[in-house]
């Protein structure tokens, strides 16, 4: 299976699917939502996005769905340009497919002995390998630390740029030869997810498209649209958070001359769902899924 996807009855009784409408699917992956959205459809039409292009070759023949092959930070730009504005509801499950953890190649994975990689977009020339061994001590610092929140960033990173000198960091092995000794005993998995995320996080600028993403997103839907997101980590999650109950990603409540909050969106959803212990049973990688619903505001006339 390429990927089972996670909160799936959840995030399509979310969307609120109306037969007609138009919906959009940030994250294609191996097509389960984007499936589940076109049973509920009727005649309206699905647009989805993934850079990856080993997702493009799931596409299902639908002639609704038009899958775009680039990532969701150019949301608005294709909506114009397949004169799909405004949309019903957005669907973003952010987490890395199965397929990218398992395919050995693709170098997202401590389990295997491949390069390491970590492209979303494989048409991209920044790899794991490229920050490992050309980023400096401190800009490997503060990634560690911002991405990761991983402790005692600076003297890790000051290892790695150690060992670089005699040795090219290529696979996780060599990662692991020179920070290994950080890692707490017993501890060691979490250690290294927790690097390994920060490393992806910066190569895929992930940050960043989601905050571009998530602006955009209050442009294109129309009044009650809704606004469907899955988050992994604290990270993102709080990014999500605070854009839908602030308008901006610092969680800042900004107010009119009457006292009303202003802000794009409405919750659904005070606290996020998370996947049922029968979920997580059968799909263990579900586990960190946090998912948040959100509608469109009413625009309010001085």
């Known amino acids: 299976m390429y990927h089972q996807a996670v909160l799936l009855r959840e995030s ?13 699917d940030l ?19 699905l647009i989805a996005f993934d850079q990856d292009s080993d997702a493009i070759s799931n596409k299902v023949a639908d002639e609704r769905l038009i899958l775009v092959e680039h990532n969701f930070r150019y949301l608005k730009n294709f909506l114009k340009y397949y004169d799909a504005l405004p949309v ?4 973003a499950d952010l987490g890395v497919s199965s397929h990218q953890f398992d395919v050995a190649e693709r170098g997202f994975s401590m389990r295997f002995s491949d ?4 492209r979303m977009n494989r048409k991209q020339t920044k790899t ?20 990761g929140e991983v402790q005692h960033a600076g003297a890790l990173s000051r290892s790695i740029e150690k060992y670089r000198k005699s040795h090219k ?27 390994m995320q920060a490393l992806r996080i910066e190569i895929n600028e992930e940050l960043e ?24 980590h604290s990270l993102e999650d709080r990014l999500v958070k605070n ?6 990603f610092d969680g800042k409540l900004q107010k009119d001359f009457y006292g009303n909050v202003i802000r794009p969106f409405g919750e659904i959803t005070k606290k996020p769902i998370t996947p049922s212990a029968e979920e997580l049973s059968e799909n263990n990688r579900s586990r960190s899924a946090k998912l948040r619903i959100a509608f469109k505001q009413t625009s309010k006339t001085p």
Do not use: C
């Not at 794991?128 to 991405?147: G, H, P, Q």
């Open 12 to 24: 399509i009784e979310g969307l609120n699917i109306v037969p007609g409408g138009t919906y959009i």
């Open 27 to 45: 994250t294609y992956g191996g097509g389960g939502h984007a499936k589940a959205i076109l049973e509920k459809l009727g005649e309206g039409r």
């Open 88 to 91: 019903d509801g957005i669907l």
């Open 115 to 118: 390069m390491l990689d970590m």
């Open 128 to 147: 794991a390998t490229v920050v490992l061994n050309d980023y400096s001590a401190e800009d490997l610092a503060r990634i560690f630390k911002s991405y």
């Open 169 to 195: 960091i290529s696979a996780f092995a060599d990662l692991k030869n020179a920070i290994g000794h950080f890692a707490r005993r017993g501890k060691e998995n979490q250690f290294f997810a927790q690097v």
């Open 209 to 232: 498209a989601l905050k571009e993403m998530l602006e955009q997103t209050a442009e294109v839907l129309r009044e009650d649209g809704r606004l469907v997101v899955i988050s992994y």
């Open 243 to 248: 854009f839908i109950r602030s308008g901006n």
